[in-house]
Nanobody, 116 residues
Framework: QVQLVESGGGLVQPGGSLRLSCAASGSSFSFRTMGWYRQAPEKQRELVAQIRAGGNTVHADSVKGRFTISRDNAKNTLYLQMHSLKPEDTAVYYC??????????WGQGTQVTVSS
């Protein structure tokens, strides 16, 4: 079993920055991918960024150059550093982990609101 707990969301003005954290516990070391997804009201959940077990990262075109995904293996924590935030980045952000054998886990989500 894996537990994922996100933190770091909040209200920020356009152009501001936030860092999201996702603390993983349980059998999380045997992961295939870890990532951040987001879901805005009345929209489908979408991939924001993903990191693979080998360290390769993928970022959605909409956040390239502004967001950076990283992982601290010692702390078993996933991060999403977000800069130059825009109102369209407003969403609930979810942490995701896919284990080597395909089991998938989600965190409870953290709200990010970008507004003046």
């Amino acid at each position: 079993q894996v537990q994922l707990v996100e933190s770091g969301g909040g209200l920020v003005q356009p152009g501001g920055s936030l860092r999201l954290s996702c603390a993983a516990s349980g059998s999380s070391f045997s992961f295939r991918t870890m990532g951040w997804y987001r879901q805005a009201p009345e929209k489908q959940r979408e991939l924001v960024a993903q990191i693979r077990a080998g360290g390769n990262t993928v970022h959605a075109d909409s956040v390239k150059g502004r967001f950076t995904i990283s992982r601290d293996n010692a702390k078993n924590t996933l991060y999403l550093q977000m800069h130059s935030l825009k109102p369209e980045d407003t969403a609930v952000y979810y942490c995701n982990l896919v284990q080597l054998w395909g089991s998938t886990y989600w965190g409870q989500g953290t709200q990010v609101t970008v507004s003046s």
